[in-house]
């Protein structure tokens, strides 16, 4: 097998995924034993912190608490108070987040979201990897939908219940439907289009403003006091928001 620390990581995540729908308690050394079925005495020895890192960062995901500390909030940015923000996390201005999503940044990397981004209900963002999430500007990210890429651009829209796996790099506007699930290290190209049976780049350029446009409208009606959906009629936010400005 080729020894790189990404066929190690890509291991331990499988490993500890398989053990969880299995329902069996995360232990190291099973976990270790297996690794060196596949791997050298040795490159363990060298890369053994990663394992140990993913072992803490899924006990951190499996079982999240708020911690605010290191998480930054720009200017107009609202947030739900339901919503669990753990590690080096930030939201630029304008973005929306509604009620128990989850922000996960358990590695040395942080998640750098953009401006006017909107977050509907359940929504998972994690990064337990030593490089930054780069999440761009004017993105809908549909109900329940889970983020795992490393980075993410435009002017996107992923669907209800959509999964971005581990190392996915979506680029511009872009739209997934509902209950997709892109694998791991997926490139996913400017207007790229994901449905059942479809992944490829289409010819979206019309759609771009129209995106835009739903955004701006979207974004209107829950930050809108006179609107019926405005966010505030029905949620409390992050206290935070409005005293820590990045």
Known sequence: MNESPKDLIK????????LQ?????????????????????????QH????SQLLESHSAIANPITNLDS??????????????ITGNVSFGSGTIVQPCSKFLATGKGSIVIG????????????NDSDQDMIIGS???????CQIRASSVGNGNKIGVRSTLGWGVQMKNHGLIVAMQNVPDDAILQDHCLVTPTENHAANRSDNVALHQQQMIDYLTALKSPSSRTCLLNFHKLH????KKEM
């Open 11 to 18: 291991f331990v995540r499988n490993e500890i995924q398989t």
């Open 21 to 45: 729908r299995n329902d069996v308690k995360l232990q190291y050394l099973p976990i270790k034993n297996k690794i060196l079925d596949l791997f050298t005495e040795t490159y363990f020895e």
């Open 48 to 51: 053994k912190h990663i394992v």
């Open 71 to 84: 998480a930054t909030f720009s200017p107009g940015c609202m947030i739900c108070d339901n919503v669990i």
């Open 115 to 126: 401006a006017d981004n909107i977050f509907e209900e359940q929504c998972i963002v994690i």
């Open 138 to 144: 004017f993105n809908l990210f549909q109900v329940g």
């Open 239 to 242: 206290k935070i928001v409005s």
